[in-house]
């Protein structure tokens, strides 16, 4: 089975070169034989890819230590959950699970783009191919995942006790399905450069690409964000590390993407812009790859070091990104530009959300890139923290947040501030209770405190004040305000979904890092200690063992107003045996949206234990809001416009409420 | 404003905007960005007074000492120096003697190091790539111990 795998990985290589050759020499002669060959060959490589994937994972899941991917990162005692997600816990593996998304996303576009130009399309899978090709190219010369052991070993080494969590599950194909899902966009976008032709039906081609990548990336770095925060018991959800910065910054471009798309769609503007956005966020997607997967960061998501390997990924990066920039260098003189608007309207709006969007994005890049940048040059060695994306980011996010209850009001082509602005005193007024409820009412808040508190509140209140301004709230009667609102396009919710998470999602940044409460203090069994209202009794430590580890396991208890016990929390310190490595998993206890949280530390020669408690006001917000967002990309796919070119099942949901665009 | 007025006022806030980013982001790295130091490094470093850096090298054995409540203290080496250092909190999973450690902080004025973060994140040979360059740099590094 190994073999078959390696084997099928093989010959998805040589059918990716025939993907990329064939239909783009078809579409350059017009040889409609030649451009059909790319649809089928992309399903097939999919095919290959999924068996050579599949060959791997069973090698995990019955622990064929034979093979030396499988010996180094699992065990046999490993639950079966662990020794599955164990496939892509490693750098061969989670190589093979981007490909293996890669050419999943190939093969929707070979079968959901029979209404694409075949020119389109057969430049558009060449493309995908040409990724495809260097990234197993890469793999099986430098990191192949089938490589076996002669005499097979008995036992593995076990996997990185950090990874074995649920999360390993969720979070990396989500951000990959992110990541990847971009190479859609960017393909789109060299082919129409190839194609020198590009017009507002491109777009609505891309866009619901663009939202599906979108989705996933938000849901990859949601999930990422709250395993972070659970897993490595220091209660942050965000550190500014290189590593998450990497997959923020495709998702900072791909924003803006998502947003440039709409203009080029609705009033055939922006085209260029919007087609670099597209090369630029792959390439962040790229060079996040790069900077996750060559070792040149150390952190948990390098499993490896091997200079090789670094050195592999930024020649790719430096042919697609310096290839693609160069392609359009010499071609977007060609496009032609479109449409003309005024500064004050919806297409201003989403400039300037461009503007901010993308001078963010070089914030992140600069400030991720800067110490690589000055430890190549010179001998210093520096790190750039919270503190410099605090000053930098900070600024730039909240004029931005801001502005975007008007962006959806304004109207196309040339809008009416003064209207919206009227529209939204409503909103305004909201906005400015909270802040005033929050400076007056609640202990210890800041000023900039309650401003935070204002501009989450002001941007939840907008997306409603959109929604009720387009379905006639207030000028209309009841009845036909209810049709209107039924009658509303799946796009005005999905954007107001996405607004309102971005809402949920800073009131939780807020209210956590203004309002939360931290103490560290050493206790002794029967000892309580009181935080933010909450009382808690350490019942002492408890010995445990788990399949693969043994731990220490903290009770506490939450105690109610009468003394009696409401709940019990539990964190341990884990020791894992096989890799001699200890780890802490924290106690968590939900509380409304807010979060008690705690974790563990040393014992002392005393009998005490040093303990470190967290009340966390709104956390998990964060991570709703996220989920929100998400909700309103699916939403805004559901969207009937978006039917050309979108995966039919999407079709079949819009067909299932056709009242939805009648009135 | 004629047309073309109005577009140059356009471009000009553009510009104006990205200029003032550059600008920011430019005068944050001069400010927030800390330095790497190993003990012996510090001699020829001109630190101001409070200047955050970052502190690394090896535990030493048998330096570490626990104080009242959640306070711990150790001292940091390179092999040719050392440099203790004080720190509440928990200490990171991977906090061990002999190992690898990154703290950061400020000096206090009798000399003392005060950290308020302690990594301990590191490679598969238990070392922060940057303690492990150093130290390769300064001749001391010794291979560890193979597992």
């Known amino acids: ?35 059909a060959v790319g649809s089928p060959v992309a399903v097939t490589g999919f095919a290959l890819t999924a068996l050579s994937f599949a060959a791997l994972a069973i090698a995990y899941a019955t622990s064929d230590f034979s093979v030396a991917n499988v010996w180094d990162n699992s065990h046999s005692l490993q639950p079966l959950i662990y020794k599955i997600t164990g496939t892509w816990g490693n750098h061969e593996g ?26 389109l399309r057969a430049n558009v899978l060449a493309v995908q191919g040409a990724i495809g090709a260097t990234f197993f190219l890469f793999i099986l010369a430098t990191s192949n995942p089938f490589a076996r052991l002669n005499p097979a070993p008995i036992e593995g080494r076990d996997l990185n006790p950090i990874l074995q969590d ?41 866009r619901p690409w663009t939202l599906v990548a979108w989705m996933f990336l938000t849901g990859g770095i949601a999930m990422g964000s709250y395993w972070a925060y659970y897993e490595l018991g220091w209660g942050g959800f965000w550190f500014w590390d290189p590593v998450e910065n990497a997959s923020f910054m495709p998702w900072l471009a791909g924003t803006a993407l998502l947003h440039s798309a709409i203009v080029m769609e609705k009033r055939s503007a922006l ?99 800067y110490p690589l940048a000055v430890e190549a040059v010179s001998a210093d060695k520096i790190s750039v923290g919270a503190p410099f994306f605090n000053l930098t980011f900070g600024p730039l996010m909240v004029p931005l947040l801001a502005v975007v209850p008007f962006g959806p009001l304004l109207a196309w082509k040339r809008g009416d501030i003064f209207a919206v602005a009227q529209r939204l005193m409503a909103a305004f007024a909201a906005a400015l209770l909270a802040v005033l409820v929050t400076a007056l009412f609640i202990d210890g808040a800041s000023v900039f405190a309650a401003l935070g508190v204002g501009l989450a509140f002001w941007l939840i209140c907008g997306a409603l004040t959109d929604i009720a301004v387009k379905s006639g709230f207030g000028t209309v009667a009841p009845g036909v305000m209810l049709r209107r609102f039924a009658g509303l396009p799946r796009s005005v919710f999905g954007t107001a979904l996405a607004h309102l998470g971005l809402g949920l ?81 924290s106690g968590i206890k939900t509380i409304g949206f807010s979060q008690l949280y705690l974790s563990l530390g040393d014992e002392g020669t005393d009998g005490s234990v040093v303990v470190r408690l967290w009340w966390k006001p709104l956390v998990t917000l964060i991570w709703g809001g996220g989920l929100v967002m998400m909700a309103g990309a699916a939403m805004s796919l559901m969207d009937r416009r978006l039917r050309v070119g979108a995966p039919s099942r999407r079709r079949k949901s819009t067909g299932a409420v056709p009242s939805a665009s009648l009135p | 404003m004629t047309r073309k007025q109005k577009r140059l006022s356009v471009i000009a806030g ?42 690394g090298g090896l535990v030493e054995k048998g330096t570490i000492e626990r104080g009242q409540g959640a306070t711990v203290a150790f001292s940091v080496t390179d092999n040719q120096k050392q440099v203790k ?58 291979e560890s111990k193979s597992d």
């Open chain 2, 14 to 55: 553009g510009l104006a905007f990205l200029g003032a980013a550059t600008g920011l982001t430019f005068y944050a790295l001069g400010q927030k960005a800390s330095y790497f130091y190993m003990p012996a490094d510090l001699t020829n470093a001109s630190l101001q007074p409070g200047q955050r850096i970052r502190l």
């Open chain 1, 505 to 585: 999602t800073t009131l939780g940044i807020v209210g956590t890092l203004c309002f939360g409460t931290e103490k560290i203090l050493s206790m002794h069994a029967g000892e309580t200690v009181q935080l933010s209202g909450h009382t808690l009794r350490f019942e002492g430590l408890y010995p445990a063992q788990g399949p693969n580890y043994s731990e220490d396991r903290g009770r506490f208890a939450l105690l109610g107003a009468d003394g009696s016990t409401t709940a019990v929390i539990t964190s341990a310190k884990r020791s894992y045996p096989i890799r001699q490595m200890t780890t802490t998993e």
């Open chain 2, 85 to 142: 250092v004080t720190y509440i909190g928990i200490l990171p999973d991977l906090f061990r003697e002999e190992q690898g450690v990154i703290t950061e902080g400020t000096f206090r004025p009798d000399g003392v190091f005060v950290a308020d973060s302690v990594l301990a994140k590191h490679d598969e040979n238990y070392m922060p790539k940057e303690v492990a360059e150093s130290l390769k740099s300064k001749g001391v590094w010794q």
């Open chain 1, 271 to 369: 085209k260029i812009w919007t087609l670099l956005l597209a090369i630029l966020t792959f390439s962040l997607s790229l060079l996040g790859t790069f900077l996750v997967r060559s070792g040149v960061l150390t952190s948990v998501h390098a499993f490896a070091t091997d200079p090789t390997r670094g050195v592999f990924i930024l020649c790719i990066l430096t042919l697609f990104i310096g290839g693609s920039l160069a392609l359009f260098a010499f071609r977007a003189s060609r496009l032609t530009a479109g449409g003309l608007f005024h500064p004050i309207s919806r297409e201003g709006a989403l400039v300037l959300n461009n503007l901010f969007l993308t001078t963010a994005t070089a914030t992140v890049l600069i400030g991720t890139l």
């Open chain 1, 94 to 119: 989670s190589m093979l699970l981007w490909v293996l998304i890669l050419t999943f996303f190939g093969a929707l576009v070979a079968a959901f783009g029979s209404n694409l130009p075949a020119a």
């Open chain 1, 166 to 206: 649920l999360g390993l599950a969720i979070h990396p194909p989500l951000l990959y399905l992110g990541y990847v899902g971009f190479s859609i966009c960017f393909s789109f976008s060299v082919a129409a450069l190839i194609e020198g032709r590009i017009d507002a039906s491109w777009a609505r081609w891309v």
């Open chain 1, 1 to 35: 089975m190994v073999e078959t795998g390696h084997f099928a990985l093989v010959l998805a290589f040589a059918l990716s070169l025939v993907q990329t050759l064939v239909p783009m020499f078809g579409a350059r002669m017009n040889n409609q034989k030649m451009m």
